[in-house]
């Protein structure tokens, strides 16, 4: 059973930061693509970033420059560290996980979500 939990979301003020952490149970850690998303209620759900299996990233234009994902495939971990936040910056981010779609088991996992607020 692949699991996927999300900690270290928090209320700070513009200009701040914040590392949200991933802690990923089950599966082939390894071989999964990881990301972060964030959604505000009522809205679709919008990528952030993501992050290879080797280590490859991508950022959405909106946090680029801002934001850093990171991995350790030894602690199943992944890392979103999130500078110079803004108030658009607000809402619940959720850590996403995929094997490949050519994978025995191609579905995408979802961690619960962590709020992100950020204050003007």
């Known amino acids: 059973q692949v699991q996927l939990v999300e900690s270290g979301g928090g209320l700070v003020q513009a200009g701040g930061s914040l590392r949200l952490s991933c802690a990923v149970s089950?599966?082939?850690?390894?071989?999964?693509?990881m990301g972060w998303y964030r959604q505000i209620p009522g809205n679709e759900r919008e990528w952030v970033a993501h992050i290879t299996p080797g280590g490859g990233t991508d950022y959405s234009d909106s946090v680029k420059g801002r934001f850093t994902i990171f991995r350790d495939n030894a602690k199943t971990t992944v890392w979103l560290q999130m500078n110079d936040l803004k108030p658009d910056d607000t809402a619940v981010y959720y850590c996403?996980?995929?094997?490949?779609?050519?994978?025995?088991?191609?579905?995408?996992?979802w961690g619960q979500g962590t709020q992100v607020t950020v204050s003007s």
């Open positions: 089950g599966g082939i850690f390894s071989s999964y693509t």
């Open positions: 996403s996980g995929r094997a490949g779609l050519c994978a025995l088991d191609p579905r995408l996992y």
